[in-house]
């Protein structure tokens, strides 16, 4: 069993449209990272949350980090073909933690 | 300036033989993390390296995996006996730490493993 579950675990959506994907665990996190990976290439990093309740934004792309420091979430607006990729969440636990990821497609 | 580099990037086997995937992080990154991922998946954590501490081996699959690195440099990850469910990218991600705020992890492009 994964540590951080993801969900969707895949989706399709038409560019303009908004989405959000989830990740979630019954553990708490010190630190929380989503990482986006593009086909042939290694996970890059997008950003980190530290903070219970932490919002950040970049650009078109919002992550909430929950309250109690278990679960995240990723909000795109407006997406884009070029957001196509795998979204993975990691968890500070010891040592990073990854999960399965959500694989998003922007179809044009 | 250089960031991690894995080679090589691909690698055709046949069942049976040993294969060695080796991985250079960034100079003074004291974390390195070995992760496998199949085909459309996510990463599956197999080996984690800190300092000169023991590694946390307990996400190596058998024991015809293992890994070593040398320092905090160069690291190398052996799988004997390839069998054709080992067929995956081999992933390679160092940082600088692993608690606190500055634990990115920069990944390698990754080891392209194919067994026939």
């Known amino acids: 069993t994964q540590l951080l579950e993801q969900s969707p675990q895949f989706l399709s959506i038409q560019e303009g449209e908004n989405l959000t994907v989830y990740c979630n665990s019954s553990?708490?996190?010190?630190?929380l990272q989503w990482y986006r990976q593009e086909p042939g290439e290694g996970p890059v990093l997008l950003v980190t949350v530290v903070t219970g309740g932490e919002v950040k934004k970049l650009k078109r792309l919002t992550f909430q980090f929950g309250d109690a420091r278990k679960d995240s979430s990723l909000h795109i607006t407006a997406a884009q073909p070029g957001d196509t990729g795998l979204y993975l969440c990691a968890g500070a636990h010891n040592y990073m933690r990854f999960g399965a990821g959500t694989r998003l497609t922007v179809k044009p | 300036g250089a960031g991690v580099s894995q080679s090589p990037s691909n690698k055709v086997t046949e069942k049976g033989k040993d294969v060695e995937l080796r991985c250079d992080p960034i100079s003074g990154h004291t974390a390195l993390y070995w992760y496998r991922q199949r085909l459309g998946q996510g990463l599956e954590f197999l080996i984690y390296f800190q300092g000169n501490s023991a590694p946390d081996k307990s996400g190596l699959p058998s024991d015809r995996f293992s890994a070593e690195r040398t320092g905090e440099s160069v690291s190398t990850l052996t799988i004997q006996r390839t069998q054709q469910e080992d067929s995956a990218v081999y992933l390679c991600a160092s940082s600088l730490a692993t608690s606190g705020y500055y634990n990115e992890q920069f990944f390698g492009p990754g080891t392209r493993l194919t067994v026939l």
């Open positions: 553990s708490v996190f010190s630190s």
